[in-house]
């Protein structure tokens, strides 16, 4: 492993701990004075980002071909859809 892909990953560690550790305080902070749905509104914010980087970095995605990009991003937006229908056929 290369000194800078070495620095980039220890990066994308500390980040992902940073963004750990948000998650908690956005909970937890008492001094902060979140309502619910604003922690929960930036739980979802942080989340997203943090899987952004572990797709991209750790699972090679961001130098792999657009088109298994594309495929990936189709399979979540239908997921996502699936997840929706779940949702509403629940009465």
């Known amino acids: 492993m290369s000194s800078d892909s070495l ?7 500390v980040a992902l701990l940073v963004a750990a ?4 305080v956005l909970f937890e902070a008492e001094f902060l ?3 619910y749905a604003q922690a929960l509104g ?3 914010v942080i989340a997203t980002v943090k899987t952004l980087l ?3 970095y ?9 088109s ?12 996502m859809l699936l997840m929706a229908a779940a949702t509403y056929s629940i009465s």
């Open 42 to 44: 930036g739980t979802l």
């Open 33 to 35: 004075n979140f309502t």
């Open 54 to 56: 572990i797709v991209a």
């Open 7 to 13: 620095k980039l990953y220890s990066a994308i560690y």
């Open 21 to 24: 550790t948000l998650n908690f």
């Open 68 to 79: 298994l990009t594309y495929v990936m991003s189709l399979a979540l937006a239908l997921t």
């Open 58 to 66: 750790f699972q090679h995605l961001r130098w792999e071909n657009r």
